[in-house]
């Protein structure tokens, strides 16, 4: 899991509009630097080994880079999000990008961040709600991709994302989690789930620090979060930190950059699926080679 993502890029990346506490139209992100930290945040993934596929963003999609919230992917099916509506323009290119590749795309019925309100761990999904994605989600989720599903409520708009406040760091074995960020009855659901759990300070937390990207080996997040950096390299884990300083302008971080393609499908879910695509005569998606964009000066 995480080792195949969707990026997109920087080039035209601008706050437009205010649609979380971190976006201010009068703060406006440094154009160079932005596409400059987006740019090391793909070379890390690649230096990761981890495969990045690219869709190029659109001069009236500001948030495009964030492609995290274009859907959330299992196997061969994905859910489309339905975002605010400053960002509904990016639909069109993310359900176009998913169909040619061969996923069996599902439009959301209800408001849905995508991935960014649901975050896969091993079987379970962990399903945000409260804030930009309306509950009734979670039984769509459940029912298209065949996860168990966990809802977490985040309890302000500082946590407009569940993965502002959960970080998925070793699937199905350890979560990293802003306790302050979630409501009781959440705390313990995952505490109940039987996971490590690794606390996070707001202070850090309202940094992005959660806002990562772990394949269980190699952990890219942004360098504001040195207490945690810390915790995860005591656990066996290789981090890298980097700068998002101007990406944050925008509210989002390492993994409200990439989308991942490669949840991986299990139980008897899988089978059911098999079966399927035997009697309809649907072929599985084929790997794509990476398509990245030219580096700019």
């Not at 793909?42 to 001069?59: D, K, M, Q, W």
């Not at 168990?148 to 993965?163: A, F, G, H, I, K």
Request: hydrophobic letters at 40%.
């Amino acid at each position: 899991m995480n080792t195949e993502l969707l990026v997109s890029d920087a080039a035209h990346f601008r706050v437009d509009y205010e649609i979380n506490p971190y976006m201010h139209t009068g703060v406006q992100p440094d154009r160079a630097a932005a596409i400059a930290e987006h740019e090391a945040i793909v070379a890390a993934h690649l230096a990761a080994g981890r495969r990045v596929e690219y869709i190029p963003s659109a001069p009236e999609c500001p948030d495009m880079v964030f492609t995290a919230n274009a859907a959330v992917v299992r196997g061969d099916r994905a859910v489309l999000g339905w975002p605010p509506p400053e960002r509904k323009a990016e639909l069109p290119y993310f359900h176009e990008w998913l169909v040619k590749r061969g996923f069996d795309v599902i439009e959301a019925p209800y408001p849905f961040s995508g991935q960014g309100d649901a975050l896969a761990c091993g079987e379970v999904l962990l399903a945000g709600y409260g804030q930009r994605t309306d509950r009734r989600m979670h039984d769509v989720l459940a029912r298209v991709l065949g996860y168990e599903v966990v809802p977490l409520r985040t309890v302000s708009p500082r946590w407009y994302d569940l993965d502002l406040a959960v970080g998925v760091v070793e699937s199905g074995r350890a979560l990293a989690y802003c306790p302050q960020a979630l409501d009781a009855p959440s705390r313990r659901r995952l505490e109940g789930l039987g996971l490590d759990l690794i606390e996070v300070s707001v202070e850090e937390a309202s940094r992005f620090a959660l806002n990562l990207i772990s394949d269980g080996v190699t952990v890219t997040m942004t360098r504001q979060a040195p207490r945690l950096a810390a915790a995860l390299r005591a656990r066996g884990l290789r981090v890298v930190e980097l700068d998002t300083t101007e990406l944050a302008k925008g509210g989002g971080g390492v993994r409200c950059t990439a989308l991942t393609l490669d949840n991986p499908v299990g139980g008897q879910w899988a089978k059911s699926r098999e079966a399927h695509h035997h009697a309809t005569g649907v072929t599985r998606r084929a790997p794509t080679g990476s398509t990245l964009p030219e580096r700019r000066s």
